[in-house]
Every structure is written in C-alpha cells, then in structure tokens.
C-alpha cells in the first residue's frame, strides 16, 4: 500500500517552468518504478516520464529534452521539472507507483490525487 500526494500545478504561460512533486508514504527505493502520467479531459491518460529505483529514466517524446524526473531519497520524493511548456502540455498530471510481483505475474499501481497543469497566454 502506497500513499501518494502531488503538489505543483498551475497556470503558466507558453514557455514557462514548473516543478511538480509526489511525496510517497514510504521510501521510493521499496517502489519498482515511480512515474507521471498525465490526462487531459476526453483523452486517455499517457505516460510522461518514469524512474525505476536503480535511477533509470524514460519521458515520453512530447516532452523529452525540456522534462526532468528526479528523485530525493531523504524526502520519498518524485519530481517532474517541465521547462518550455506548451499549451497542450495543459493536463491533469498524476503520479504513480508501481510495486511488480514476477514470482506472482502481477504488478500493483497506485496513484495520487493528481494536479492541474493549464498551460495558456
């Protein structure tokens, strides 16, 4: 069981920065892989960026080159630094975390509440 709380969101301009954050309720190197997601309304929630606990890092290509995930192991948090923002960066973002069973076939998912990212001159 992990609890999850982000923080962060916003209104920005095209252009702009924002730093969001997921603190976990316990510590991240217990979790597989931490990651965000985003969802905006009538779409489908995507993938943004994931970290697994040895520090390997993805980002989806819409936000690749100007995202960073990183990590403070001291605080069990997950951050997700977005730089040159977009208005279709506009999203509810989400963080999760990801708990994998191999010997059992399964993995377990949870999430936070999310926070709202609108991106708009």
């Known amino acids: 069981q992990v609890q999850l709380v982000e923080s962060g969101g916003g209104l920005v301009q095209p252009g702009g920065s924002l730093r969001l954050s997921c603190e976990a309720s316990?510590?991240?190197?217990?979790?597989?892989?931490m990651g965000w997601y985003r969802q905006a309304p009538g779409k489908q929630r995507e993938l943004v960026a994931t970290?697994?606990?040895?520090?390997?890092?993805n980002y989806a290509d819409s936000v690749k080159g100007r995202s960073t995930i990183s990590r403070d192991t001291a605080k069990n948090t997950v951050y997700l630094q977005m730089n040159s923002l977009k208005p279709e960066d506009t999203a509810v973002y989400y963080c999760?975390?990801?708990?994998?069973?191999?010997?059992?076939?399964?993995?377990?998912?949870?999430w936070g509440q999310g926070t709202q990212v609108t991106v708009s001159s």
């Open positions: 316990k510590s991240i190197f217990s979790i597989n892989v």
């Open positions: 999760n975390a990801r708990t994998v069973y191999p010997g059992l076939g399964y993995s377990d998912d949870y």
């Open positions: 970290i697994s606990v040895g520090g390997s890092r």
